[in-house]
């Protein structure tokens, strides 16, 4: 999960720095991030809403929902705030997203050498606060990920396949030997942050089949909706746990299809008015 989350957070470093070179507006950068992400943030919420009264949970009409609601709930966890809101489960990446797009704009002005210090920097700080600061969720490393992105998408650095590769089962063989040998365990964020990188650089050099792309578009257009509700809709009709994953995971797919479908109508109906 944790590989998946900087996978993920890296790739909006990456992509976001290809996209918005040199000089852009900053007011017209977070309108547009606010625009995409507000209706479908909206529309979640509101199923959500209904979810949650005919379920008749507690806590919905506290302040921490309203929190929760505008994707802030991060700060409640890294505040260590009690929340007893419905809302907000797994928000803290959405309120790290938001951050990021905030202070994107300032670290795209770095150049390469000022923007490999700040990240190298920025790496045994998280490492360090790692130690000494910890969630139950793996917020420094998935922050590292949205830094190490830019990086990335700055120097456009291209790795032998092989290499990468061989890089990652070589960091993955270490770190199973540093925890199940040594009894060590304090490194896993190093290893399985290079882990991670040295997988990206991999897949970066992989031409992938057109019906894995095709798939990887239809659910490349629901991943914001999967990731808000699907903690929410793991149910359990059977008994059986196989079938009810299975089950699950298509009722997941599915309300989060129907989701993204009304986020679109919406946004094309705006657009169409102004």
Known sequence: VTVGLIIFSFSSGYFTTVKYTGNFSRKSFWLKKFERLGINLLVINAFLLILFLFQGRDGIGTWHSLINVLGLNGFLNWFRIADPSPFGAG??????????????????????????????????????????????????????????????????LQLPFTLCLLSAVFLFMAMMGCNLVFHLKQFNFLFILFFSLASIYACLRVTVPGWVYKTALFFSGILFEIYLVHSY??????????????????????????????????????????
């Open 91 to 156: 928000m803290w990446f959405f309120t790290l997203l938001m951050i990021f797009y905030l202070v994107f704009p300032f670290l795209n002005q770095l150049n390469r050498f000022a923007c490999t210090v700040f990240t190298v920097s920025f790496i045994f700080s998280a490492f360090f606060l790692e130690q000494h600061i910890i969630y139950g969720h793996a917020l420094w490393l998935t922050t590292c990920g949205f830094i190490t992105g830019i990086w990335g998408g700055k120097n456009k």
């Open 233 to 274: 809709l793991f149910i359990k009709p059977t008994q059986v746990k196989g079938l009810d994953f299975l089950i699950s995971i298509a009722v997941i797919v599915s309300v989060s299809k129907v989701l993204s479908l009304i986020s679109s109508k919406i946004h094309s109906q705006l657009r169409s008015r102004v």
